[in-house]
């Protein structure tokens, strides 16, 4: 069961927490289900050059708080706070477009909150970030999954690591996959705290999805 689903949907309310919290009626959850994956999608576009490890979206009525962990803060939050004005007033205007094709009259109140991730060279996300790009810069993938497979390694937090790659690699005709695996990975284990994410890889021969999985010793006090 644990090599065929995502390791943090296993581990929902037993290890890890929920990025979105909030709870609505039966006949308004789609609405809101659509601001989420609209949000999502805006932060990711906006500001992915940021090394975004985590969005947490909380609701309470009509006000978001809208909670980004990122590598580098400082492309979000910009000189003297602009960026994250233009963001608010970025999200606020989609969503107020989206609520008028639903037939909502409520105005949305966004807040930001921005926090930094020290420790970038262990987050899963921003390591499958950090390979696409290198594959759209056409670096030779095993070299490219052998350095990022070193570099985490190297980090004393981490038991294990893995990571998988998908598509036409180096070009190829035919679609492939390929792995690279150091460590232990205890996939099943509940308590066992593995870090997932995904990415992708838009090269000139077609899209590469990336998976990675990093294993960061047992959770014992939840």
Same mark, same amino acid.
């Given at each position: 069961m644990g090599q065929k689903i995502r390791p943090n949907s296993l581990?929902?309310?037993? &290890?890890?927490?929920? $990025?979105a919290c909030w709870m609505t009626k039966k006949n308004n959850f789609s609405n809101l289900l659509e601001e989420d994956v609209?949000?999502?999608?805006?932060? %990711?576009?906006?500001?992915?050059?940021?090394?975004? %490890?985590?969005?947490?979206?909380e609701r309470i009525g009509n006000n978001y708080q809208i909670s980004i962990r990122a590598a580098r803060p400082g492309l979000i939050i910009g000189r003297g706070g602009k960026g994250v004005e233009e963001l608010i007033d970025l999200l606020k205007t989609k969503i +107020?477009? /989206?609520?008028?094709? +639903?037939h909502v009259k409520e105005m949305p109140n966004v807040s930001l909150n921005i926090e930094e991730l020290k420790r970038g060279e262990v987050s899963s996300a921003i390591v499958?970030? $950090?390979i696409? /790009?290198?594959?759209?810069?056409?670096?030779?993938?095993?070299?490219?999954?052998?350095?990022?497979?070193?570099?985490?390694?190297?980090n004393r937090e981490v038991k294990g690591i893995k990571?998988?790659?998908s598509g036409r690699l180096d070009g190829n005709e035919i679609s492939r996959r390929e792995q690279l695996t150091r460590g232990k990975l205890p996939l099943q284990t509940l308590r066992a $705290?593995? %870090?997932y994410?995904?990415? &992708?890889?838009?090269? &000139?021969?077609?899209?590469?999805?990336?998976?990675v999985w990093i294993y960061k010793g047992e959770i014992f006090d939840k």
């Amino acid at each position: 069961m644990g090599q065929k689903i995502r390791p943090n949907s296993l581990r929902l309310g037993v &290890t890890q927490d929920w $990025n979105a919290c909030w709870m609505t009626k039966k006949n308004n959850f789609s609405n809101l289900l659509e601001e989420d994956v609209l949000i999502r999608k805006i932060i %990711d576009s906006k500001i992915k050059n940021a090394g975004i %490890d985590k969005v947490r979206i909380e609701r309470i009525g009509n006000n978001y708080q809208i909670s980004i962990r990122a590598a580098r803060p400082g492309l979000i939050i910009g000189r003297g706070g602009k960026g994250v004005e233009e963001l608010i007033d970025l999200l606020k205007t989609k969503i +107020q477009k /989206l609520r008028a094709e +639903q037939h909502v009259k409520e105005m949305p109140n966004v807040s930001l909150n921005i926090e930094e991730l020290k420790r970038g060279e262990v987050s899963s996300a921003i390591v499958g970030q $950090n390979i696409a /790009l290198d594959l759209e810069k056409r670096m030779p993938f095993r070299r490219t999954l052998k350095k990022y497979v070193e570099q985490v390694a190297q980090n004393r937090e981490v038991k294990g690591i893995k990571i998988k790659v998908s598509g036409r690699l180096d070009g190829n005709e035919i679609s492939r996959r390929e792995q690279l695996t150091r460590g232990k990975l205890p996939l099943q284990t509940l308590r066992a $705290n593995i %870090d997932y994410g995904e990415a &992708t890889a838009f090269c &000139t021969y077609g899209a590469i999805g990336i998976k990675v999985w990093i294993y960061k010793g047992e959770i014992f006090d939840k």
